[in-house]
């Protein structure tokens, strides 16, 4: 029996069972569904995309895995060797590994290593209120929503703040020479309810986190390829270590050059299984490519213009705010009965939703054309009406 993610299994409703997927579209027995939020936001190139499964097929007629303890491949080292070209600044040491959780792991375990490495004793890790990391011990420490960890004790080694200017300098003020890293979604704070925050406040951070060598760590697992309608938020402002989905953990000189050294011990002791997959860095490697070629950016910026030309205007007594930035919407109501029996709604009309709390959105693929966009906005508005 499959056990699945964040449901009650004594009480959750039957899920939608999918035979095949093609572009934006899921196809059930009985229904083809736009997918709205991108399978948890990540399938931008939608589905079957031709040269993504080509990329994976060719790699699968060499060999599917090999581990990197000892061994490399190519894949991996062109794979790492275009992270090093297309990411900004001297973010150019790539650990990897297999899931955006783990790759948070592995970059709080570099933040807190890099500092024992010089000798300090630096056990805090300043994060956001209203974060989500990811579902693994650490990561779940540096969330904070507790609808996902409310059975797991708060650890004393995180504070958390509000993205709010005075509340940052007062946490810097009260514990910089304890802090190891700053951890952030920059601009987006996804599964903590689609919460949208300005620039100045990442580049505030920035000026704190170089004045008291603290290390900012932004994880880019959603916000990362064009989501905030940024490339990455990391071009605006330049963190020290840089996490993206599926999975990479990106680090620069200063951090990279704490652990290299001729002394073992000073090593990162870390390695998942599965880090570097031949199979995923193929099609990884596919997908930047696509993603420059097409010039994802402009349909961004696309999706963006849609999204507000059809819901920036939009309201009714039962919406808190509607929040539009990039390729995402968010539609939060005060109360979250109100989007009780909405994905049902949605799926009798052709769209895939999956609300959560008192939050509606879309993360779409960035191939969607602009009928079906303005489908999904539709059935959004249906609800309401």
């Given at each position: 029996m499959i056990w699945y993610p964040y449901e009650q299994m004594k009480t959750m409703k039957e899920p939608?069972?999918?035979?095949?997927?093609?572009?934006?579209?899921?196809?059930?027995?009985?229904?083809?569904?736009?997918?709205?939020?991108?399978?948890?936001?990540?399938?931008?190139?939608g589905y079957k995309h031709p040269?993504?499964?080509?990329?994976?097929?060719?790699?699968?007629?060499?060999?599917?895995?090999?581990?990197?303890?000892?061994?490399?491949?190519?894949?991996?080292e062109k794979l790492s060797d275009k992270l090093q070209e297309f990411l900004p600044g001297d973010l150019d040491y790539c650990f990897?590994?297999?899931s955006g959780s783990v790759a948070v792991e592995v970059s709080l375990k570099m933040a807190l290593q890099y500092n024992t490495n010089q000798g300090r004793k630096r056990p805090l890790v300043l994060a956001l209120e209203h974060a989500y990391h990811g579902d693994t011990f650490k990561a779940m420490e540096v969330g904070d929503d507790e609808d996902y960890h409310f059975a797991f004790d708060k650890k004393e080694g995180v504070v958390h703040i509000p993205t709010e200017i005075p509340a940052l300098e007062d946490a810097f003020e009260l514990y910089h020479d304890r802090l190891n890293c700053f951890i952030v979604e920059p601009l987006l704070q996804g599964a903590g309810g689609?919460?949208?925050?300005?620039?100045?406040?990442?580049?505030?951070?920035?000026?704190?986190?170089?004045?008291?060598?603290?290390?900012?760590?932004?994880?880019?697992?959603?916000?990362?390829?064009?989501?905030?309608?940024?490339?990455?938020?990391?071009?605006?402002?330049?963190?020290?270590?840089?996490?993206?989905?599926?999975?990479?953990?990106?680090?620069?000189?200063?951090?990279?050059d704490a652990f290299y050294s001729d002394d073992d011990r000073l090593a990162l002791m870390h390695g998942p299984t599965f880090m570097g997959n031949p199979l995923a860095c193929a099609v990884a490697l596919k997908g930047i490519e696509i993603f420059e070629r097409d010039d994802y950016m402009s349909k961004i910026r696309h999706i963006e213009q849609i999204s507000r030309q059809e819901m920036e205007n939009f309201s009714d007594?039962?919406?808190?705010e509607v929040r539009i930035m990039g390729g995402c919407t968010c539609v939060?109501?005060?109360?979250?009965?109100?989007?009780e029996g909405f994905q049902q709604f949605a799926y009798e009309r052709g769209v895939f939703c999956?609300?959560?709390?008192?939050?509606?959105?879309?993360?779409?693929?960035?191939?969607?054309s602009d009928e079906e966009l303005i489908q999904i906005f539709d059935v959004m508005k249906d609800w309401f009406h």
């Open positions: 939608y069972r999918i035979l095949d997927a093609e572009g934006v579209h899921l196809y059930t027995k009985d229904q083809k569904l736009i997918d709205s939020i991108s399978s948890w936001w990540c399938m931008i190139h040269e993504l499964t080509a990329a994976i097929k060719e790699q699968a007629d060499r060999f599917c895995h090999v581990m990197l303890g000892g061994l490399t491949h190519e894949p991996v990897f590994s297999d689609m919460r949208m925050y300005d620039i100045s406040f990442l580049k505030r951070a920035r000026e704190l986190c170089n004045q008291y060598d603290v290390l900012l760590i932004f994880d880019e697992v959603a916000t990362g390829f064009g989501r905030t309608g940024n490339r990455f938020v990391a071009d605006l402002v330049l963190p020290d270590i840089l996490v993206l989905g599926h999975a990479v953990t990106v680090a620069n000189h200063k951090v990279f007594p039962r919406i808190k939060e109501v005060h109360d979250p009965k109100t989007l999956r609300p959560f709390l008192n939050y509606m959105y879309s993360m779409v693929p960035y191939v969607i």
